[in-house]
């Protein structure tokens, strides 16, 4: 009867599936619907979790639910203790979720909806998931080590050590890309500014109200700090127009400055007075906002505006250039495979893990809740007017800075009709001074959104407000992680540093802390202010780089898995990890030659690099370039990415060798010699208690 | 088990699944998981706690994803 039952049940999903997929796919012309998009999403998440993950559970990694985990061994109430999985989830969920799930698909959307839903559909299933579920087994084994420290275990010093410069960098990158979002999205935007700025006093006030108030009542305070931040939302328009509203209205560089000034105070100041109660404040906001984006979606269930496929597959597109391969699975990394998760996964998670059957729900489950949240962000960024898309993310450099031009650039050079008086309409709605070249997916994302919430909840009237919403919300979490990247990065500058000079690495230190943090926001303010001055806008060539930082991570962490499974003797089952690693590795590697080497000067950093070199050498000035000195910060600009590019591809390069050559010596002896903690088992303990 | 009870015991697994989510793991389970381990070892007080808490937050191995 139940296996009748389960037939049954399991008969419905796929069909779902299958017709969710054939309408997806076959939708030629006539416009559907974004439910179609999520119900496809669904039915193959559930597919996958009933038995793909249960496959990993039972046969690859075999779970034991009698071995005992590192939070039951040492349950100190501190760092190990043991929790209900359901509260893990969540606690996995909120660490792992973040601005990037939300960014990249919207920047994919210009390939059309469907490469971009297949990508992070199976990509997630296949990849992404899997990771992140054996990087949380591999690391509870090791009572919850980092992914840095089970490198250097499992494959040797060197490869610890290059694994560990390649977290940083990535930090780096990832910070520096996620800053240019924010600073793209407030660039003469005094009314987003006044609320991203009112959340500094408003963080002060939770943070001296949970330290001397009422200490401990985070829940409480946090409730207050939202409604403060609403108020900010709804009189942030009063103070743009106020006669002090200039102070908010800055430039890209001006608002540069502000940040880097503002992340090196943050880093250094007593993390509970700032740091902490943005991070509950974000926290909670995005949770929040996620759960209300699902509703929105499914109850105002807009129609998918940009076609499935457009012509910009081919990699002439104006939000970034490169063809659908390799460049699609680039530029979608969060929400797909996220190599940062391998970070959280071997963090704190691992040593609260109540039962190792756990693992499958958190990690798994974790990694395709994440992507979930993709696919919503690329339902809410297809279904905004396409024209309106393309105003957002193109450079300036090619649909200029007046609405009549770029309506028209839009509307003859990319094919996508728009008018004039729409995108004016849409500036005002929003309560901006212009929408066009907003690039970097977050602004985007916040016309998608308050375009599905206004329908949701009081009307078109408060579109504005929901815009600034949705911006504050993911600068907010945007600038938290920023922040709180500036003081791990410090943490691992003054590791990285002692090996140099030992008092360097002592963290109570003030000079060595003030120091560590001036690098650390240095290196990231570096290419944040690179990528703000740039004139072809700094997310074109920050953003794939971001992509390829972030697979080379995951690429990273899946070659361990694949190393430690094959010296647990799981060498049948080895594909489980290998086959995605090689994936990663071959996508990212592509990507990462066709960035040095390929002819077109849209795509190749070298290529481009030349072209203005040598423009340069005739005396030419080469558009968008206006002055001498802009042509040569261009072609500095590209050799710094390609030397970055080329770093990451040796860190890939270098632990994919040292993997190869443990993987063969282990398969040579004929017992297991992963080096996992020795396992307690339930009934032992009980027998010996008792 | 009356419903009010029942009531409370859920709200207060939701306002420590709210807290763990934001990094803060339940201080009286702390203590007493000190206390049973050895009744003689320190203890942290709440506010030590909290600041223990969210330093290793944004600590070395701490870090938000993207």
């Known amino acids: 009867m139940n296996k009748l039952r389960s037939l049954v049940v399991w008969g419905l999903v796929v069909l779902v599936g299958v017709a969710s997929f054939t309408t997806l796919a076959l939708s030629r012309g006539e416009q559907i619907s974004a439910i179609w998009m999520v119900s496809a999403a669904i039915s193959v998440y559930c597919i996958a979790y009933r038995y793909y993950s249960l496959y990993i559970a039972k046969k690859v990694l075999q779970l034991d639910p009698n071995r005992l985990t590192p939070a039951e061994r040492y349950n100190d109430g501190l760092d190990y203790v043991p929790t209900s999985k359901g509260v893990l989830f969540g606690h996995h969920f909120a660490a792992i979720a973040g601005a990037g799930p939300l960014v990249g698909p919207v920047l994919a959307a210009q390939m059309g909806y469907l490469p971009g839903t297949l990508w992070i559909i199976f990509g997630v299933v296949f990849a992404g998931a899997v990771q992140d579920m054996v990087v949380l087994f591999v690391s509870m084994r090791r009572d919850g080590k980092s992914l840095g420290d089970i490198v250097k275990q499992e494959l040797g010093p060197v490869a610890g050590v290059i694994a560990s410069i390649g977290i940083l960098m990535i930090m780096i990158i990832i910070m520096a890309v996620l800053a240019l979002i924010v600073v793209k999205a407030l660039v003469h935007s005094p009314w987003g500014t006044f609320t991203i700025a009112a959340t500094i006093p408003i963080a002060l006030f939770m943070g001296i109200y949970t330290r001397f108030i009422r200490p401990g009542k985070i829940g409480e305070i946090s409730i207050v700090g939202v409604i403060l931040l609403m108020l900010a939302i709804v009189y942030g328009e009063d103070v743009a127009h106020s006669s002090f509203g200039h102070l908010f209205d800055l430039d890209g560089v001006q608002l540069t400055w502000a940040i880097m000034i503002y992340g090196f105070v943050a880093a250094v100041l007593p993390v509970w007075l700032l740091l902490t109660p943005r991070d509950y404040l974000s926290t909670f906001l995005k949770i929040g906002t996620i759960v209300a984006l699902a509703i929105g979606i499914v109850v105002v269930n807009p129609t998918l505006q940009m076609p499935a496929v457009t012509k910009f597959i081919d990699g002439s597109g104006p939000v970034f250039s490169g063809s659908l391969f390799p460049f699609l699975f680039i530029t979608i990394a969060c929400g797909a495979v996220s190599g940062f998760h391998a970070l959280i996964s071997s963090g704190t998670t691992p040593k609260m893990v109540e039962n190792e059957t756990h693992v499958r729900m958190i990690g798994y489950g974790g990694m395709l809740m994440e992507s979930f949240v993709a696919i919503m962000a690329l339902a809410a960024a297809a279904s905004l007017d396409t024209g309106v898309y393309f105003a957002m993310n193109s450079p300036a450099a090619l649909i200029g800075t007046d609405a009549a031009q770029a309506a028209a650039v839009i509307t003859n050079q990319l094919g996508f009709p728009v008018t004039e008086a729409t995108l004016l309409q849409m500036a005002k709605d929003v309560g901006e001074n212009t929408i066009l070249s907003r690039a970097g997916g977050a602004p985007t994302l916040a016309v998608g959104m308050a375009h599905i919430m206004s329908q949701l909840i009081a009307g078109p009237g408060m579109m504005a407000f929901w815009y600034h919403f949705a911006l504050l919300f993911e600068a907010l979490f945007i600038l938290t992680a920023v922040d709180a990247g500036t003081r791990v990065a410090r943490f691992m500058i003054q590791d990285l540093g002692s090996v140099f000079y030992k008092p360097f690495g002592n963290t109570d230190s003030l000079p060595a802390n003030l120091l560590a943090t001036f690098i650390g926001v240095s290196l990231w303010g570096y290419f944040l202010h690179a990528g703000v001055t740039d004139p072809l806008g700094g997310i074109n060539s920050l953003w794939p780089l971001f992509g390829i930082a972030n697979q080379m991570l995951a690429g990273v962490a899946l070659i361990m898995c694949s190393v430690v499974l094959v010296k647990m003797k799981r060498e049948r089952y080895v594909w489980v990890t290998l086959v995605p690693a090689c994936g990663i590795l071959f996508v990212t590697c592509f990507a990462g030659l066709q960035k040095l080497f390929h002819s077109d000067p849209r795509i190749s950093f070298l290529a481009h690099a030349q072209k203005y070199s040598t423009a340069a050498a005739e005396g030419k000035i080469l558009a968008p370039a206006k002055t001498a000195e802009e042509m040569s910060r261009i072609v500095w600009n590209d050799y710094v990415n390609s030397g970055l590019t080329v770093l990451f591809l040796s860190v890939v390069v270098i632990v994919a060798f040292h993997g190869l050559r443990v993987a063969l010596k282990a398969r040579k002896v004929a017992w297991p010699t992963a080096k996992e903690v020795p396992a307690t088992f339930r009934n032992e303990v009980e027998q010996h208690e008792s | ?66």
């Open chain 2, 1 to 66: 088990m009356s419903l009010k009870q029942k009531l409370s015991q859920r709200w207060q697994s939701i306002r420590q699944a709210a807290n763990l989510m934001a990094g803060l793991p339940d201080y009286n389970n702390y203590v007493i998981r000190q206390r049973r381990h050895n009744p003689n070892a320190p203890v942290m007080s709440e506010q030590q706690f909290q600041d223990y808490c969210s330093k290793r937050r944004c600590g070395s191995n701490g870090g938000k994803c993207c």
